[in-house]
Structure formats: C-alpha cells, structure tokens
C-alpha cells in the first residue's frame, strides 16, 4: 500500500513497517541533493515531527515522518550517494523504515490519485 502526505512525503507499507521517502515533485522542488541527514535507528518519532534533512544546492528542507511509530532502518547509501534522491525518489532513495505505532494514522494519509488532486 503507497500512501502520501501533504508535505509531499511517501510511505509504502508493509505490515506493521513503513518505508518512507520524498515524492518526486518534492525532489524536483529541491534541485540537486546533496547530503541527506537520517534519522539515527532506534528513534521514536511522532507523526508530523521531524525524521530527516535534506540539503540541496537551492535550499534546507525538512521530511516530516507520515506516521508515529520507531525507525528501524535509515538508508545510509544516502550518506554516500545523496544524490538517490534525486534519480531513485520511489525507489533506491528512500530515507528510512518505521515500524507503525498508531495504524489509524493511516487513514488520514492521501492514495495517489488525492496527492496528485492536491498537486493540480
């Protein structure tokens, strides 16, 4: 199941653990990436707070976490290759996985078809 947030955050969920990343509309927004700062493994966020940092060559943009719940995983081939961001968005540049706390946050998040309604 792909989900999306207002902020222009995704998450694909696979039972109880959601990988998260950017939109590709976000990406474009950005430019070029150039250091993403993760969200360290163990973490408990809060759906709405802060879970990461992108850093491009126009500008510092935050990536809020869709969900509440405890990262498990960050993507560290960011560290190294930031630039996934930008050719891999829904794909190999994912930013982290969260295993969900509150799955009723789920429901108020948008499928594909609302996200690219709010876009126009």
């Given at each position: 199941?792909?989900?999306?947030?207002?902020?222009?955050?995704?998450?694909?969920?696979?039972?109880?653990?959601?990988?998260?990343?950017?939109?590709?509309?976000?990406?474009?927004?950005?430019?070029?990436?150039?250091?993403?700062?993760?969200?360290?493994?163990?973490?408990?966020?809060?759906?709405?707070?802060?879970?990461?940092?992108?850093?491009?060559?126009?500008?510092?943009?935050?990536?809020?976490?869709?969900?509440?719940?405890?990262?498990?995983?960050?993507?560290?081939?960011?560290?190294?290759?930031?630039?996934?961001?930008?050719?891999?968005?829904?794909?190999?540049?994912?930013?982290?996985?969260?295993?969900?706390?509150?799955?009723?946050?789920?429901?108020?998040?948008?499928?594909e078809a609302a996200y690219n309604a709010m876009r126009g």
């Amino acid at each position: 199941m792909l989900k999306y947030t207002p902020d222009h955050e995704w998450l694909r969920v696979d039972g109880d653990i959601a990988t998260v990343g950017i939109t590709h509309y976000a990406q474009e927004q950005l430019g070029d990436v150039v250091f993403v700062h993760l969200p360290v493994v163990g973490t408990r966020l809060e759906k709405g707070g802060v879970a990461a940092v992108v850093e491009s060559v126009k500008a510092a943009s935050e990536v809020y976490s869709p969900v509440s719940g405890e990262v498990v995983e960050a993507n560290q081939a960011l560290t190294v290759e930031p630039a996934l961001v930008n050719t891999e968005p829904m794909g190999k540049g994912w930013f982290f996985k969260i295993r969900i706390s509150v799955s009723a946050e789920l429901d108020g998040l948008m499928d594909e078809a609302a996200y690219n309604a709010m876009r126009g």
